[in-house]
């Protein structure tokens, strides 16, 4: 199958939901975070492979990965890891023509959803500091500060590629009545009503977990608290320019 989209995402932000979305439709395969795409790209960052062998076999993988199971399946949709973001440009090298989205939120909400459950790329030492480009007298347990930084990092490299054409923008306040109407043109995919309804029905369990959907809880509870002015300002305005450029 023709890889229809590339899903780049800050984490916490409604990717699985989307992935899981997709995963409905009879004509879709969505795959999200597929290990084996994690683990060239990790060899190709420790110098184990070249760039132009990392991007064949980046295709190689893909289209393994996009095997048709049924004749219905048309599209196939790949959620990449939050932390692929510092791979961006051999990806879009690799696939220059695949339309990639870009999920984003409210960095005070990412941040809280990481206070309660912390993901590995929000501790240091799982990214390549030199991207993170964290302030060198950050201290171990200032992970809130830290969390900062790497949205900032996340945000920044994906307004750049925004701004060249080379992502969409998708806020998370917009899912996910924007799926259906108007991110799935984009991607070239149809609906019949039917599957319109179950893609929806979907959306009524948590993404994560099996419990009924009622909505995000108050803002009092999901939004974290600011650990430093200065960064979070840079957060706000990054989040401000991305909204100004999304067409989803």
Not at 160 to 172: D, H, I, R, S, W
Request: net charge negative.
């Amino acid at each position: 199958m023709p890889l229809s989209a590339l899903v780049f995402h800050v984490s916490r932000c409604g990717s699985t939901l989307l992935t899981q979305m997709l995963a409905t439709l009879p004509q879709c395969v969505a795959l999200s975070e597929p290990p084996v795409i994690d683990s060239l790209l990790y060899q190709y960052q420790q110098g184990a492979l070249e760039r132009e062998s990392c991007i064949n076999l980046l295709r190689g993988v893909v289209r393994a990965l996009g095997q048709r199971r049924t004749t219905q399946q048309q599209h196939l949709v790949i959620k990449l890891d939050c932390w692929h973001l510092q791979h961006l440009q051999i990806l879009r090298e690799a696939f220059p023509d695949v339309p990639a989205l870009f999920l984003y939120r409210q960095p005070l909400q990412v941040m809280a959803s990481h206070q309660r459950q912390r993901g590995p790329q929000m501790l240091p030492g799982m990214l390549d500091p030199a991207w993170v480009q964290a302030s060198d007298d950050l201290l171990p347990g200032n992970l809130d500060i830290y969390c900062l930084h790497v949205l900032n990092r996340f945000m920044q490299t994906a307004l750049t590629a925004a701004e060249q054409g080379q992502l969409v923008p998708v806020n998370y306040a917009s899912l996910p009545d924007a799926v259906p109407d108007r991110l799935l043109p984009l991607l070239g995919i149809t609906l019949d009503t039917d599957q319109r309804t179950s893609m929806l029905e979907r959306t009524q369990r948590h993404a994560k977990g099996s419990e009924p959907y009622r909505g995000d809880p108050p803002s009092v509870t999901c939004w974290g608290e600011a650990p430093d002015a200065d960064l979070l300002q840079r957060a706000q305005a990054l989040y401000d320019a991305l909204n100004a450029l999304k067409v989803v």
